[in-house]
């Protein structure tokens, strides 16, 4: 009897090593001849570079070369950005270490090439820079002002862009009620496991590069067109890597560098970052502010919809720098019916780091946008959050449903996974408990936010990419090898850095093939085995990659379907595969899978027009995005004497169709709901009035750890995807994108009374203070007049 492998809770196959230090990352690597490259990097935050000297840095022993931007400027292009979302869009040149002007601080502007890291480290003490400092141009409202300094000779917009979808200016005209709010999304610092490291070597003219990244064969397309490297001798290795969350979605300076550093030195150069210098130039996330407009009937019934948004896009633009705002776009109207929708976005080029995809790119900050304002609006019509919801949402029985922004959702059920949470949660219990301490006026007040979101994730069709602009398409590929001895191998285009794509893919595999689990292994990551693929972001690698592996399987079928009627000597239509066999109905007779690989490798009774292997490949372009969707309900205590927050209780029951592994999808889930509790209450990257970034340490930039978390509550309802024939939906970014409104409702929710509407993030207990302290003040002024 055959398990059924989907739906399992198998521990990762992966975590054998990862757990036990026998794992390879890329610093663990060396070559014979290794040289280690650190760089100098700007401690300003703009300025025009007049003078760099290394020479001093050359004679120091250990030392094997040193350059500045100037020495490379010659080679080293531009670092690429793939999504232009306007034909007007201002992309400047971006080189890898500065020539003659520095834009953030941070910005390499030199570099030391040494024996070893330490030597190189302190060589760069030796290198003479003179600057001419230029104005810091930080905030993006003043950047905008006619005479603000320029953080570009083009000037500081990047882009604007605006949509209308219906009578805009009749929904707000002829609406009983209109909440304006503004809402600031802090800039944050992706903060992965594992910093990023880079290994390059040489081989005559060809050339390998090891990377701690996400995306190897789009890093491997991208420093062909920057360096002239050609592709075909450039091979790129994504050893095991240690998180990413987006941040190592990124085509970056160090890459480059070293592979060029490679090149001219003819030995291999190996950079790792540490934590500050990671905090510096990780490219940052989110750094958005908000103005959103909502129209409403009496009866609380949505009209219509405005946002205007101002992204931070940084001194530079990055991969999909300008592509990330816009993610947001089609999400703001989220699960909510209604007549109209505008939405507007200008990017903004600062003298910071550049920002880019952080976990659930646009997605969060939409998410966050519309679900704080839908609060906003029960509140002022003194209506519960949850009803008012009800009221707005789409029906189950009305999906597939097109919304006012033009996605198509699939399939989804909001009544169910909501009236789950609210069980789970013991809503009512809950309100009448606040209601309690409201009366009693105690100092510590209970607060119940409400989150119900839906994103679209699995970055796909290719088709409407291209429409988007975007450089490059959705699609993933896959392979499935049957080997002689019955063993399979997949090698997956899709490049996990933490996701447990082994497990899962095997899981898939030994469903559709009918062969054990432990007979399959999942090869990945290097460009070379896996000559072909899309990589990993975007919750794009079960919808994509993970149907790309079934779709493989379904042809490697359909070729032992041939050779096991001839073996068997039926008609290929008598047969029916079950159980890893093909059977002759109504007899006895039978092949397994593994019998027919063997009979393919010897090929001794092939039938004509069949080859000697079962192998098959699949390169998967979905039809749709998918749309995965819940509940995420938080309570918190707010104590209004010294405004410290304290998690209560945490519910999410979220919809991701069908389940490959309940194990990693936990997992995913509870690391999502913890990066956007962090957003909302401890993590922002702050900078002073001179562009210095005063978070560059753990000290400085607070994470949260487990005892700061409480115990979440997890369930699941299940609308499976129409658009996939695995049914499934993304998981990656779904907590990360529900949760911080859901945290951040529940404190404004425990504080309304006292007058507060809005706290800004991340709400440490001294901004909740500060704004209990306005509250009182405000009273107070209001009762002397």
Known sequence: ?????????????????????????????????????????????????????????????????????????????????????????????????????????????????????????????????????????????????????????????????????????????????????????????????????????????????????????????????????????????????????????????????CLLLTRRLGRPVKWTESRSEGNLTVHHGRDQIQHIRLAADADGRIRGLRVSLLADMGAYLMLLTPGVPTLGGPMFNAIYKMDAYEFACKGVFTTKMPTDAYRGAGRPEATFGIERTVDELAAELRMDPVELRRRNWIKHDEFPYTTISGLTYDSGNYEAATERALSLLGYDKLRAEQADRRDRHDPVQLGIGVSTYTEMCGLAPSRWLGEGRYAAGGWEHASVRMLPTGKVEVITGSSPHGQGHVTSWSQITADALGVPFEDITVLHGDTAVAHKGMDTYGSRSLVIGGVAVLKACDKVKDKARKLAAHVLECSPDDLEFEAGAFKVRGTDSQKTIQELAFAAFTAHDLPDGVEARLDSDVTFDPENYSFPHGTHLCAVEVDTETGMTKIRSYVAVDDIGKVVNPLIVEGQLHGGIAQGIAQALFEEAVYDADGNLLTTTMADYLLPSAVDLPSFVLDRTESPATSNPLGVKGVGEAGTIASTPAVVNAIVDALRPLGIRDVQMPCSPERVWRALEAARHRAQEGAGR
């Open 1 to 257: 009897m055959t398990i059924q492998e989907i739906g399992r809770p198998r521990r990762r196959k992966e975590d054998a090593k990862l757990l036990t230090g026998r794992t390879q990352w890329t610093d663990n690597l060396t070559r014979p001849g290794l040289l280690h490259v650190m760089f100098l990097r700007s401690p300003m935050a703009h300025a025009r570079i007049t003078r760099v000297d290394v020479s001093g840095a050359r004679d120091l022993p250990g030392v094997v070369a040193a350059f500045s931007g100037q020495d490379l400027a010659a080679e080293q292009g531009s670092l690429p950005c793939a999504w232009p979302v306007t034909e007007d869009i201002h992309v400047p040149d971006h080189p890898p270490m500065a020539v003659s002007e520095v834009r953030y601080v941070g910005e390499a502007v030199a570099c030391v090439i040494a024996t070893d890291r330490y030597r190189a480290a302190d060589a760069l003490e030796a290198i003479d820079v003179e600057y001419e400092q230029l104005p810091a141009v930080l905030d993006m409202n003043e950047a905008l002002a006619p005479d603000s300094p320029k953080v570009h000779e083009a000037g500081n917009l990047a882009y604007a862009m605006k949509t209308t979808t219906g009578d805009i200016e009749t929904a707000f005209r002829d609406a009983a009620v209109v909440i304006d709010r503004t809402y600031i999304q802090q800039r944050l610092i992706p903060s992965a496991m594992e910093p990023r490291a880079v290994l390059a070597d040489t081989d005559g003219d060809s050339y390998t590069l090891w990377s701690s990244t996400q995306i190897p064969h789009v890093l491997r397309v991208m420093l062909a067109v920057v360096t002239g490297v050609p592709e075909h001798k450039l091979r790129v290795i994504a050893p095991d890597v240690g998180g990413g969350f987006g941040s190592k979605l990124q085509v970056t300076a160090e890459e480059v560098l």
